[in-house]
């Protein structure tokens, strides 16, 4: 399966953004949905994951309560809604899909999207 992600941009601190992944070439609704972030010279960071039915749903520390995440698997793309943001959350996001695995560890997931660049200014 091919993921595109795409939503990302410059944004003031205390904004939102809606990260978008589109995905094609297999059966989306089969794969669970996680979200990563790196920053420069950061370690790559779990941020949220969605089961492949939408049910079951998991966010890392920093963005609990700030970020949701959804899926709508009759258009194969599923999202990530960051609200709150601030100058920490500056990194290059990026979406990955797995048959199965631990949905918070990126060495479970077998398809990764080219990422997109998040920004945000104080």
């Known amino acids: 399966v091919q993921l595109q992600a795409s939503g990302g941009g410059l944004v003031q601190a205390g904004g939102s953004l809606r990260l978008s992944c589109a995905a094609s070439g297999g059966l989306f609704r089969n794969y669970a949905l996680g979200w990563f972030r790196q920053a420069p010279g950061k370690e790559r960071e779990f941020v949220a994951a969605i089961s492949d039915n939408g049910y079951r749903k998991y966010f890392g520390d920093s963005v609990k309560g700030r970020f949701t995440i959804s899926r709508d698997n009759a258009k194969n793309t599923g999202y990530l809604r960051m609200n709150s943001l601030n100058p920490e959350d500056t990194a290059v996001y990026y979406c990955?899909?797995?048959?199965?695995?631990?949905?918070?560890?990126?060495?479970?997931?077998?398809?990764w999207g080219q990422g997109t660049q998040v920004t945000v200014s104080s």
């Open positions: 990955a899909a797995q048959v199965r695995g631990t949905p918070t560890g990126a060495d479970g997931y077998d398809y």
